[in-house]
């Protein structure tokens, strides 16, 4: 995506992109030549959002080009729409209300395309001009972590197993200076990630804790946990074939909380970070953990299972175990975790949990400001009686609650691993795009990681995010 980006360069020739609305449109057309309003009235263009009229000259090359942002609910996210709508060239923004970096962000997100497994296209690609008052190595920082999220979520299970997730995550670490860790296989057993273990010998892809740290350990702790999931069959609870589809995905928690890792090393903010990912492959061979078992885990604390396919919380509840041992300032963990989130809120709109009201609070602002749409929804502890077993300590699924509230219970879960990092939040994103959107591509997506950056960098950095 950094090649969708260039810095100002007053010697290379630009076309404008004049970007307006339904009331800017004529006022625009009246400062520009008469031809352009005469072509714009005999094409059709009314400013609609996302509609985009490319004008020629005398000589038929691009004379100018009219991107309309009327009734946009955020206009200068609507602009990712101009890297797929525009043919080759560099390009300048011009409108006013349009804020250059958000600009070239959502162009720059806009831009990405996976291209791992097909013949790269030839088509020459549009390059925006960023003005000079642009940051553009933050823009650039943001942009490399989205592509580190989307690429890792695209990328199938055949080339993306638990092995091939704990490289990506040493590369990137070690890259930055960081050191990394991983316990595989048996020593899981060994080390005390009794659960962890257990989803993963399914598979003959031996399950790992990723444990991968960077910064001076004298700074505060911020701490990721990211569900690592890399295919989820459903275990012995199997999933219909109609439901696996889209389960390469399944470890995009993962994906996420690298991606949010490299933003903030590559800002090099003041923290001590640290990123835990339990990664397995949730398969189906003799070994495979059974609905009725009953688990020890980490933390000491029983779990009876319920169901396979609800994996995901088991591999989280392990790790962050570990990771509050060490009562970190900020612990988050981000998974693709229950299917109620997506009928609550949508693919768009991920929920959100914690107990921190000044960091809820926070978030959500920053969330609205970079166009990364959060949801809080509440830790209901009534709830916590759907988890009640009569054989173990808890149940890891809902069921008492008639199938009520999936996502609520299934944070509560969670919930109870936690207890002494000062601020806990978990993410249930959903890490995918049904379908092109501006800025967003279809297919692998990085959520909520924009808005917990700006919100980290604010807090520790001392400036705003891109």
């Known amino acids: 995506m950094r090649h969708a980006l260039a810095a100002f360069e007053s010697s290379l020739p630009t076309v404008p992109v004049h970007v307006v609305d339904k009331q800017s449109l004529a006022e625009t057309l009246a400062d520009l030549p008469a031809s352009v309003g005469g072509f714009a009235k005999a094409s059709g263009f009314e400013a609609a959002v996302g509609q985009v009229l490319v004008v020629p000259d005398a000589d038929g090359a691009i004379a100018t080009v009219l991107f ?26 011009v409108g006013a209300g349009i804020a250059g970096e958000a600009a070239a962000l959502a162009f720059a997100l806009g831009s990405y395309r996976f291209e791992r497994y097909r013949k790269p296209s030839d ?20 942009v490399a972590g989205v592509q580190i999220a989307r690429d890792l979520v695209n990328t199938p299970a055949n080339d993306l197993g638990p092995e091939e997730l704990a490289t990506a995550a040493i590369t990137l670490f070690g890259t930055y200076g960081g050191s990394s860790r991983v316990v595989e296989g048996e020593a899981l057993l060994e080390e ?23 910064g001076d350990e004298t700074d505060p702790k911020v701490t990721l ?24 995905k399944d470890m995009g928690g993962a994906a996420n909380v690298l991606a949010l890792a490299a933003m903030v090393m590559d800002a090099e903010l003041p923290v001590r970070l640290r990123v835990i990912i339990p990664a397995v492959e949730n398969a189906i061979s003799g070994n495979a953990f059974r609905p009725g078992d009953i ?34 300032e900020i612990l988050l963990d981000m998974a693709t975790l229950t299917g109620a989130a997506r009928v609550a809120l949508g693919p768009e709109l991920p929920p959100f949990y914690t107990d921190d009201e000044d960091f809820a609070s926070d978030l959500a602002a920053r969330a609205l400001k970079v166009s990364d749409p959060l ?23 809902n ?3 008639a199938g009520f509230a999936g996502s609520v219970t299934a944070a509560l879960f969670l919930a109870r691993f936690v207890e002494k990092a000062k601020t806990w939040a978990h993410f249930d994103i959903y890490a995918w795009n049904p379908s092109d959107r501006p800025a967003r591509p279809a297919g692998g997506e990085a959520q909520a990681v924009r808005a917990l950056f700006d919100l980290l960098k604010e807090r520790y950095g001392g400036s705003q995010a891109a």
Do not use: C, Q
């Open 295 to 328: 688990l020890p885990s980490r933390k000491g604390i029983t779990v009876e299972i319920g169901n396979t396919d609800a994996e995901g919380r088991l591999v989280l509840a392990d790790a962050l175990a570990l990771a509050d041992e060490e009562e970190p």
């Open 225 to 248: 946990v990211g569900k690592g999931v890399i295919f989820d069959t459903g275990g012995l609870d199997i999933k219909p074939a109609s439901a696996m589809t889209l389960m390469k």
């Open 123 to 142: 088509k020459a690609r549009p390059v925006l001009m960023v003005e000079p008052d642009v940051d553009l190595d933050a823009v650039l920082g943001i």
């Open 375 to 397: 949801w809080r929804l509440p830790l209901w502890r009534p709830y916590e009686s759907y988890l009640e077993s009569r054989v173990a300590d808890i149940n890891h699924i």
């Open 399 to 401: 069921t008492s609650g």
């Open 68 to 93: 309309g942002v009327a009734n946009a609910t955020d206009p200068g996210f609507a602009l990712g729409d101009l890297a797929r709508k525009l043919p080759g060239g560099t390009f300048r923004i």
């Open 192 to 214: 005390g990630f009794p659960m962890i273990h257990a989803v993963g010998r399914a598979s003959t892809r031996a399950p790992r804790l990723i444990d991968a740290t960077w």
